[in-house]
């Protein structure tokens, strides 16, 4: 096998892993949001997360390893649209964000 051969292997290699990985890490997500939105009482809506962010950190190891940022909707009454986002680097969730409410329903950050 030539280098070019080799060396494009490789590539397709790394880029099928990458897609694997990138799917495990969504669907991990998913279930985090799932399980998020439900114990809160609130309805993850169109049930998916999408990426907003993705790039290399360092873990608690030194270890260099992707962090991925995705962005989904919610609903805290069932008759509105919030966003939020769920933070995962490698795949541990590290952040959920839901936005701040105040007691009578009124957003303090929106």
């Known amino acids: 096998m030539t280098p070019y051969g080799i060396v494009g292997l490789l590539l397709v290699a790394g880029a099928g892993w990458f897609v694997w990985d990138s799917l495990k890490v969504r669907e991990t997500a998913n279930a ?12 993850f809506l169109d049930d998916t997360v999408a990426l907003q962010s993705l790039k290399p950190v360092r873990n608690d190891e030194g270890r260099v390893v992707l962090r991925r940022v995705y962005g989904f909707e919610y609903s805290d009454t069932g008759h509105n649209r919030r966003r939020g986002s769920i933070t995962l680097v ?11 409410r105040l007691v009578g329903g009124r957003d303090l950050l929106q």
Do not use: N, Q
């Not at 985090?32 to 309805?43: D, K, L, P, Q, V």
């Not at 490698?90 to 936005?99: L, R």
């Open 32 to 43: 985090a949001m799932r399980a998020a939105c439900a114990s809160r009482g609130m309805y």
């Open 90 to 100: 490698a795949d541990a969730v590290v952040a959920v964000d839901v936005g701040l």
